[in-house]
């Protein structure tokens, strides 16, 4: 099968080191790997120059927005700034108008030799897969990974609501089928109205060669001055919604009963510096150890270093709709995980089998839930093993792009029969 993978959003870099990068390049790997042919168009890269691309073994289309579209979006900022005016409309504007020129080099690119199927991972404004998928007559398998519109509202005060929740609308509304990441999202979608035939819940999952139970290096435990210290560590990002600002209290929580503990942070981004003056101003300094970004072949090695891994998501005003990354590599390690009991988190962790949950936003019950496993070591390796084996069985990116396939080769098969 011939599969033409859109990822138009311009803050995920498809070889750099955030987490829907690895979402992207995870799948896309899992597909080629399966024999299908993969082409796969996005507009960045990396995040910077000076950022170590990943590896991916499939062609990369790299078609970034045009100067046309820089012009416009620099006329917008400086008009605001005349008038005085903040906020985020030269983005929104951006990510318009490139969605309208991304469809239109798609199409002169594939429309003599067009893909079985289009998969677009979703993207606020980013119509060009549906775009394209319509003219070229083939069907749209459509991934949707957050409430795109409900977030640019909460999170990032969006200007332009009204617009991305019409694109919103109308992007569900063409795809043959729609493949969402948990429970809550397959609400969301329905809630705009799409059948509950066309959805299908499809947690996110490991590449179980990378992420497997394993020795701890001495080396990583040498880098990080890790030796003969309990460790508890988190991998992600420094959004409010990952918790990681309950980190530094939960440390003071510890440290009267582990005096030596270590906790050792993965990953980079916006709010890492707040993060890192927190743990100065407290005077943890010492217990606290930050990677910032690390490629991802190198994040199991860490992970296996981690006497509790940690999820501390907070408690939110809307559904907990994540399908978290962090916990699947978690469990592929074989580490043993405290979580909050919250949307897909409770389906995939069993209490005291897989893992241990605790009331999401009760910093005691978080901070009890990794004493017990600091306490008893034979308890984590139990929970930790536990889990690995589930992931394997039940999480993998190999076990999603089997379903991928199925559902693109049903919605084909669909397709023909109405022409």
Not at 192 to 212: Q, S, T, W, Y
Not at 238 to 266: D, I, K, M, T
Not at 337 to 357: M, N, S, Y
């Amino acid at each position: 099968m011939k599969v033409l993978y859109v990822c138009s959003d311009l803050g995920i870099p498809v070889l750099g080191s955030r987490g829907g990068s690895i979402h992207v390049r995870s799948l896309v790997t899992a597909l080629a790997r399966a024999g299908h042919e993969v082409v796969l168009a996005s507009p960045t890269l990396t995040r910077t120059s000076w950022e170590r691309p990943a590896k991916l073994d499939v062609p990369i289309l790299h078609i970034e927005p045009t100067a046309a579209i820089g012009a416009a979006t620099r006329a917008v900022e400086a008009y605001a700034a005349s008038v005085g005016a903040g906020g985020r409309v030269s983005d929104e504007l951006r990510g318009i108008l490139y969605a309208s020129e991304l469809g239109e080099s798609l199409l002169r690119r594939f429309r003599a030799s067009p893909p079985d199927v289009v998969y677009e991972r979703a993207a606020s404004f980013g119509t060009a897969g549906a775009t394209i998928a319509s003219a070229l007559g083939v069907p749209l398998l459509l991934e949707v990974n957050a409430p795109l519109a409900l977030e640019e509202r909460l999170y990032r005060g969006q200007e332009l609501s009204a617009l991305a929740a019409a694109a919103e609308r109308w992007m569900l509304a063409r795809a043959g089928a729609v493949i969402v990441v948990s429970a809550a999202l397959g609400d969301y979608v329905a809630s705009a109205g799409v059948p509950l035939e066309r959805i299908h819940v499809m947690p996110n999952g490991v590449d179980g060669e990378l992420f497997r139970p394993a020795p701890r290096s001495p080396s990583v435990r040498a880098r990080w001055d890790l030796d003969g210290e309990p460790v508890i560590g988190f991998v992600g990002g420094y959004q409010p919604w990952h918790g990681v600002a309950a980190l530094p209290a939960l440390v003071e929580r510890l440290l009267p009963l582990h005096p030596n503990l270590r906790l050792l942070v993965v990953g980079d981004g916006r709010g890492r510096e707040s993060f890192e003056r927190e743990v100065a101003a407290r005077g943890l300094d010492a217990h606290v150890r930050v990677t910032g970004a690390v490629p991802h072949e190198a994040v199991p090695e860490l992970i296996r270093e981690f006497d509790v891994a940690l999820a501390p998501y907070p408690a939110l005003e809307h559904d907990f709709y994540f399908s978290p990354l962090k916990l699947f590599e978690y469990m592929g390690c074989a580490a043993p995980i405290v979580a909050p009991r919250a949307g897909q988190i409770a389906d995939v962790i069993r209490d005291g089998e897989t893992g241990l949950l605790y009331p999401p936003s009760q910093p005691d019950a978080l901070a009890e839930a990794c004493d017990r496993l600091l306490a008893d070591r034979d308890l984590g390796r139990r929970l930790g093993l536990a889990a690995a084996a589930d992931v394997r069985e039940r999480y993998t990116w190999s076990g999603n792009a089997s379903r991928v396939a199925a559902i693109a080769e049903r919605v084909i098969g669909e397709r023909a029969v109405l022409v």
